[in-house]
């Protein structure tokens, strides 16, 4: 039987874009590997109020805890925290938000079958790869993956629970990324990715040895989780022929923060529409065209200043914290987009703390 559009993977980004695709008119079904959607969970579940909103309107019933500050941890362990006025981001029950857009794809009229692997031999018009970070389907069609990085999270029980801060620690926690904790109703996840070092030893010795963490006072240790988290930004070409990548598998997270919910379903949902129209004879390239016109000036600022974030020497990141948050500048970022956040770096660019990025910065140039 050949399919008209097959995706493969049953994460947000695959079924945004399979419930686009089936609203155009398109026959859809997805393959999802695991037996349950939503599941293994591997996500912090941190994401924009205003995003969340864009992709399920009402959106109460997958809210775990309502963030309303951030404290940031310099690599000496400095703490700057802000807060937000309004609550600008949520964390989210991946598990329940990833069933809901089940439904809506069921209710579109998608046929979605779990327990199910994509093989080469299935046929289709056009393949939607929506495999995440795995590279099982890219590299059986001929695809490139997306630069990504080794992450480790735990679930903790904590005495000094505080529900409504996402904390960052930077500097040798975690090198080349950072590691965090994010509040999930009566427990915290801490995790963090690295682009250097074992991951999960490096958690480890975090929760041991850091002071600022100590201070919460772990009780019990729920679960780990492992992942990569995708940090290179969208692939160079997204689509292949009658292949298009969307989400973690095509690139479609923030270089800064990895955090791909919400961008990878706003894209997903412009590779849904393109899948429709190749099935009636448009070209599927309309995607690549689409996307690149809404969100490629921000991809690219953010990869850039991700790539001389990676580059800072911890004095230097040390300097740029603290001036960044004695002018007050930590606190006006908070007003910008927190998914598109081209606007907040041209902000930072503007500011004197660029002339902190240029050694950094030409550090990157050689960078492998
Ligand atoms: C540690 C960690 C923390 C993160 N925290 C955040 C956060 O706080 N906020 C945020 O926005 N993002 C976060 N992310 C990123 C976020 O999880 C991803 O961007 C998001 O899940 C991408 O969605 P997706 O649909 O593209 O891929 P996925 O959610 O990975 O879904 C892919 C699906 O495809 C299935 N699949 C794979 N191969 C096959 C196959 N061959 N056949 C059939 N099925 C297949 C998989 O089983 C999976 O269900 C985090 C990632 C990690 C690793």
């Given at each position: 039987m050949v399919r008209e559009i097959l995706v493969v993977g049953g994460g947000p980004s695959g079924l945004m874009a399979a419930t686009e695709a089936a609203l155009a008119g398109a026959e859809v079904t997805v393959v999802e590997?695991?037996?349950?959607?939503?599941?293994p969970d591997h996500c912090a579940g941190l994401v924009s109020k205003d995003g969340l909103q864009r992709i399920l309107g009402v959106y109460e019933d997958v809210l775990l805890s309502r963030i309303r500050r951030v404290r940031l941890f310099s690599p000496r362990g400095r703490v700057y925290e802000i807060t937000t006025a309004d609550e600008k981001a949520v964390v989210i029950d991946r598990e329940k938000f990833d069933r809901e857009l089940m439904r809506r794809a069921d209710r579109a009229g998608v046929e979605v079958v779990t327990g199910a692997l994509y093989s080469p031999s299935m046929s289709f018009k056009v393949l939607i790869n929506a495999e995440g970070t795995k590279g099982r389907v890219a590299r059986s069609v001929g695809m490139d993956l997306p630069r990504s990085i080794p992450a480790a999270q735990v679930d903790v029980e904590v005495?000094?629970?505080?529900?409504?801060v996402v904390e960052i620690y930077t500097g040798s926690w975690a090198p080349g990324f950072f590691a965090w904790t994010v509040p999930r109703k009566d427990h915290l996840r801490v995790g963090l990715a690295a682009g250097r070092g074992i991951p999960k030893e490096l958690l480890k010795r975090f929760i041991e040895k850091n002071e600022s963490f100590a201070k919460k006072s772990l009780t019990r240790v729920l679960r780990e989780l492992f992942g990569k988290v995708v940090i290179?930004?969208?692939?160079?070409?997204?689509?292949?022929e009658n292949v298009v990548s969307v989400g973690d598998a095509g690139g479609f997270s923030k270089p800064t923060t990895g955090g791909g919910v919400i961008l990878g379903c706003l894209t997903a949902k412009l590779a849904g529409s393109a899948a429709a129209g190749a099935i009636r004879g448009?070209?599927?390239s309309e995607f690549e065209r689409k996307w690149k016109a809404l969100y490629w000036k921000d991809f690219e600022r953010m990869r850039f200043a991700a790539k001389i974030f990676r580059n800072m020497k911890e004095e230097e990141l040390e300097r740029i914290m603290a001036e960044a948050y004695n002018e007050g500048l930590l606190d006006r970022l908070m007003g910008y987009d927190m998914d598109l956040q081209g606007r907040a770096i041209a902000r930072i660019a503007r500011s004197r703390l660029a002339r902190y990025a240029v050694l950094p910065f030409l550090r990157s140039l050689f960078e492998g």
């Open positions: 590997e695991d037996k349950e959607i939503g599941q005495r000094n629970f505080e529900d409504d290179g930004g969208p692939l160079k070409t997204t689509v292949r448009a070209s599927l």
